[in-house]
T-cell receptor, first 111, second 116 residues
């Protein structure tokens, strides 16, 4: 069974601070997605990373896929209150239907 | 197309009743997935379809759960004889099958089920 562990589970910071959250597994994934979810809503896809060592940037968010494709990180620069939410990572494998999700990092950015 | 839609958004039922949820995927997507999410956890896979064929079911999907996608478009998830442990957010997602094997899933807003 493939598992994804996310850390930290909870993170509370002040507006303007930088942060990094992590997604780790002992298994290799062919792709990894990051989602953001707000209370009472479905997850919203932020990015997909596919290649080991790949780095993708989305405005103030930087996503990295580990060289061995077993782990990933999400770095947010100058966090804003609008970044508040549950950040989920999900791993997928070629020709497998399902994605395996971590339990997420709940981020709170205080103004 | 505005994305994946789910109906109803909220459902409150009494233990032992049957409930049915509907999911309408993004129109050009041929894969459709159902997940369940409880508080403090990430989504757990239940089942998925490619067109009208149900290709995989999780062991989480007991005999009381059944999903259909009769024409390869919308899907329904039925839970019979609901139990309090079925209370959760039921999420639907869709994706386009790609030969690369990378299937980005786009989620609907979910149906929140409360079993009293």
């Amino acid at each position: 069974t493939q598992l994804l562990e996310q850390s930290p589970q909870f993170l509370s910071i002040q507006e303007g601070e930088n942060l990094t959250v992590y997604c780790n597994s002992s298994s290799v994934f062919s792709s990894l997605q990051w989602y953001r979810q707000e209370p009472g809503e479905g997850p919203v896809l932020l990015v997909t990373v596919v290649t080991g060592g790949e780095v993708k940037k989305l405005k103030r968010l930087t996503f990295q896929f580990g060289d061995a494709r077993k782990d990933s990180s999400l770095h947010i620069t100058a966090a804003q209150p609008g970044d508040t939410g549950l950040y989920l990572c999900a791993g997928g494998n070629t020709n497998a239907g399902k994605s395996t999700f971590g339990d997420g990092t709940t981020l709170t950015v205080k103004p | 197309d505005t994305g994946v839609s789910q109906d109803p958004r909220h459902k409150i039922t009494k233990r032992g009743q049957n409930v049915t949820f509907r999911c309408d995927p993004i129109s050009e997507h041929n894969r459709l997935y159902w997940y369940r999410q409880t508080l403090g956890q990430g989504p757990e896979f239940l089942t998925y379809f490619q067109n009208e064929a149900q290709l995989e079911k999780s062991r989480l999907l007991s005999d009381r759960f059944s999903a259909e996608r009769p024409k390869g478009s919308f899907s329904t998830l039925e839970i019979q004889r609901t139990e309090q442990g079925d209370s959760a957010m039921y999420l639907c997602a869709s994706s386009l099958f790609r030969t690369s094997g990378i299937h980005e899933q786009f989620f609907g807003p979910g149906t929140r089920l409360t079993v009293l």
